[in-house]
Structures are given as C-alpha cells and as structure tokens.
C-alpha cells in the first residue's frame, strides 16, 4: 500500500512545561510526611489529583446538573452526560473547596462528595481505596490541608490539556514508579512517541478518511500514555476520524488515571478494563486497527512466583480453539511471548499492525524444540515481523537493560513480503542533562526522526539497517558423528575411567548408597533399591578385582576380539550379557585404527560419543554446509536430521532465533601487546613511586 501523505515526526514536539503544577503537587505530598513513607504518597496524591481533575472538567456545568438532580434525582445517567458534557457527573452541592468551610465535618463531607459522582467515577476512587486514606489523614489532622492545597490547583482541561496532563501524570508516576518491581517500567514519551512515528509510518492511508472508525490497544496500558499518544496523532491529522481507545491494566493506580483521562477524552469506560491480560482477553472478537504496548519483561506466568491463577488462566486458553497462544507456550518464566501472540491475535486481519516493546529475550532464549524457538518459527513463517529496532540503553526509569520495538504487520507492502528489517537505533539517543533514575538518555525529535526515516526508507540499507529473508533466522538442528571406531583393553586407567563414566551404576552406585544409607528417611522405592543395590556389592566388588587381575597392555581393535577375552577375565563374576557389554563400552577409547563397526545389515554404526549438534540456515543444503565447516576437520562425519511431528512421538529439529548484536558486531582490532606492556610499567612505576613517598 502506498503512502498518500507523509507523517511528520516532530509535530508534537513543542516543549510542554509541567514543572509549576508538579512542583505544587509534591508540595503537598511533603505535607503527608510523618504520617506516610514517601513510597505511600501515591495512595493519597493519584486519588486526589482525579478528583481534583474531575472537578475542574465538570465545573462550567455543575449548575445545570445540580438544578436537574434537585428536578429529578431519579434522572438517567446517560441523559445527565448530555448536561455535564463529560460521560460522568457529580451531583453534591460540595467541591474541594466548599469542604474546608467546615472543618469539624470533612472526613464525612469529603466522603459524601465522592459518593455524588456517577457510577463509574465511584467504581475507579473505589479501586484506590481512598476512603480508607481520608480516615487516616483525618486521624493524624492531614486531611484539611491536603483538601485545601488540592482546591487550588487549577486542573481545568480548557487550561491543562490532555497532553499538558499527561506529562504531568508521566512525572508523577516516574516518581512513584522510582521504586518499582522489576519488570515493570513505565515508557517515557519519547519512546511512545517513536512507537507511534513507526506505527503510522506507512500502512496507514485509511486514517485520512473522513469519519474512519480507527481501533487502538494497549494490553498492559498503565497509565494510558501510548492511548494518549496515538489517539493526539491520529486526530491531528485527521480531525474528524472516530479514534476508539482499548485497553486492560493490572495495577489499580494506573489503572484509575488511565480511565479517568479516557473519560476526559470521552471514551466509552468499558473499553478501559481493570483486568490481567494474562487472564483474560476482554475484547474477545474485537479486532484492533492499531496494538501498541510495553508489557512486563521478566514476569513468570507460571510456577510459584506466578500470581494466584494466571497459570491455570493460561493453560485454559492454550486448550481452546482457536488460542491467544496458537503458537504454543513459551517458559514459564516471562510472559513477554504470550503478550507477543495476544496482540497478533487482537490484530486486524487485513490491515493490523502493532508496536511492542520487549527485552531481548524473545530474540533468541531457548533451545530448537523450546516454546520460544517454536513461537519465532511460527512469526517468521508467517511472514508476520515487519521490523526490529534496538532502541538505546538507560531509557526506562527504573532499569538500563537493551530493548527492542517489534513492528509487526498484517499487510506487509509488497517489498516488504518474506523480508525482516534491523534497525540498530542504539545510538541514537542524546544524553540528558540530569538523571531521572536509570533514564540517563533520551530519544530527541531529531533522533526519532532519524530512526523514523531509517524504518521507511525500505529497502535501503545502511551501517544501521540490514535487511534479511525470514528464513535468515530459521535453522535446522543437525547431529553429527562418526563411525564407531573404538579400540578396547584392561588397563588401570580405562577401569577408572570406566568407574567415572558410571557404566556399573546400574549394579552398584557407591555414591547413592551412601546418601541412601545416611537419609533420615527413604520412600518405599528408594528402600527397595538400596537393598537390590547392597545385595549387588559382591558381584561388583567380583567383577572390580577379576579387571584388575586380568589388568594387561594389549590392545584389541573390535569388539570380536575383545569379548572373549572379557568374557574369560569375568567368568567367576558374572556371565550376563548386557552387563558385559556395558563393561566392554567402558573399557573401550574412541580409535581411528579400530576397525569401523557395523550392524547385521552391514550398515555402519555411528559413536554417540562424538554426537555434535551442527545449526544449519533453512537455505543452505546439508551438503554444503558439511563441506566447508565439517568434513575438511572430520572426513569420515556424518549427519543426520530426524524430525518427528506426529502426534505419538514429536521431536522438533528446526527452531529459529534472532541473534540481533551479531549482525551489527563491529570488530574491534586489539590493542598491540608492546602498547599494552607500557601502559602496564607506566603504572607500575606510579605505584610503586606512591609507595617510596608513603614512607618517606
């Protein structure tokens, strides 16, 4: 799909100052100290900056609601948003303000205030627990002055903005979330702002249609910035366009301020959920145009640091049919991947495109079969990765750690069909004159641009953008042996190393009788193998002394020649076959004089002992690859590939992973030892002259 129209990356970009409202609000935070520790502030400041957020958007109409209330208390809600101009309302004669005048009564007054305003405001401050908070303030004589400090600021959206806004929640919260659990980072505007650039970059000429309907999600939408965002963009550009915003939140305090500024914005409140998206899809059915999100890194869905039924969640929809999880499950531990497959599920079939944010996990962690591998398998195949961006270190608040934008797409332009675009934007940052937590670098307009530009300029490839098939990233997982050439004898040190290997472990195991004997208590199966084991220490002490008698430097090269003689040494101990068998693989060392072993049919038996795992690209034959990397070290290796996928026995032999750094590793050339070796003595000198002076 062509581009019509270019989207300008800098368009937002006019600085918005929120220091003066900021620093009144933490202002009156201070004056919780004593009662509260700073980590708490947040249960007191987020509800009353709602509130106060609140009041200030329903003023102009809190008479004409007032005077309809006092007409008809029994009015519809939905007939009283048509008065207020906002989907929600308040009918109490009171606001902040009025509630100082009667000191003696606040807590009861404040309390009542709230219970005044429409139903879905009480559910959000009833999500804070606030009512608990205007009981301890009152209780410790805090409450009067925060009320009063809160009436005198001005939140009035004709004056603060949804942008002015939510710059002053993002500085807020970067506070509060200066503390936060591991995993969960709050994105700073400027990388939303990327995310968004990226996502309307191309693809997207149906947003300039008059009246469109245009669907965006956030399935871990915190306080609603990349909403926000992409809701600013899409109506400056098209004003008219009807943008739809979705989202679903875990934490009852992000969750309060994302819906409150929804309703500002005069979003429909069911369309902002309160909901673990690990547990649930809210908007099953619902396709989205746009998936934007930076879901946790690092948080286990599965196992004991799980949160109480999110496993049994995800286990129950891996079942249905059709699946969030249609790829299959990922480990336990990170949840990233199931957020991946959930977004490609709520994605529009025809014209969907996402922007996710993850670590660099998902690139390439676990093996072939992994649920991991399996799931970049199924994205690759399906030809679903538009482009992958490394965005710079130290960007988040509360951790440095390398991320990446994972552009996805159901509508890939022709170029764009079977290919994956790299982007290393890990320099483009500049840095930031003061530290806020771990954030030390930020994305500029002018940066973003540059990375904008790089993402658009498909199929250009530069020192920062590489373009690859999709099957770049596929490989099949080769063993690779050699014939089984082994030469045998009864030496000292192949007993020993017989010992080591445990190829008597099943008859006698030294070690385990000894944790055996010394457990407090042993199950009925472990008691039971411990007496088959101690009853087995004669013959294993017989066969131990028959080798060493028979101890000798000769050496046989078959099996055929060996047995015999084996057979001889051990005819007091014992005569059982597979025992002896495991005695002469013991004894045996890999020989490439001995003679190459064959099965029945004459075929050639392989040494497991020299298995070696080759990975192989999807392109590339098998062939070719043995003779470059394999055959000219090994000349008589083979390969084999057994994949399996039935439903009795699957083994999986073909993975893929994304090994990103490798594809834009700059080699650095050493610095010579004779200049190392200077360094060293300049320095050794400076010390040891340190030393002289301590002692003078």
Known sequence: MEQKRPIDAM??????????????????????????QSEKYKDVIIPMVIIRRFECALAPTKQKVLAQYEANPKYPAKAMYKISDYPFYNTSGYDLAELVNDPDHLASNFKSYIQAFSSNIQDIIRSLDFDKQIDKMDKNNRLLSVVKAFSELDLDPHTIDNVKMGYIFEELIRKFSENAEAGDHYTGRDIIKLMVNILLAEGCDDIFDPGKVITILDQACGTGGMLSTGFNFIKRYNPSADVRLFGQEINPESYAICLAEMLIKNQNAENICYQDTMKADRFRGTKMRFVIENPPFGTPWGGKDAAEGVEQAVTDEYKRSPSRWGAGLPGSGDTQMLFLQSAIDKMDDKVGRAAIIQNGSPLFSGGTASGESQIRRWLLESDLIEAIIALPVDLFYNTGIATYIWVLSKNKRQERKGKIQLIDASSFFHKLRKALGDKKNEISPEDRAAITKLYAGFPAENEFCKIYPNTEFIYREYVVMQP????????????????AKGSLSSLYDEAKVAEWENAEELTGKDARKLEIMQNNKPVFEAII?????????VVYYSPADFMPVLTNALSGATAEKKLLDKIADGLSVMDKKAEIQRDRKGNIIYDKETRDIEIVRWEESIDTYMAREVLPHVPDAKAFFEENLGAKKTVIKTGAEIPFTRYFYKYQQPVPSEELKAKFLKLECSVSNRVVRLFE
Do not use: C, H
């Open 11 to 36: 368009w937002d970009d006019s600085p918005v100052d929120v220091t003066t409202e900021v620093n009144f609000i933490w202002s009156i935070a201070n004056k919780l100290r004593g009662t509260y």
């Open 484 to 499: 089984l050439q082994r030469s045998y004898a009864i030496t000292s040190d192949r007993i020993s190393a017989m010992l």
């Open 545 to 553: 002394s028959a080798l060493q008698a028979a101890v000798s430097d």
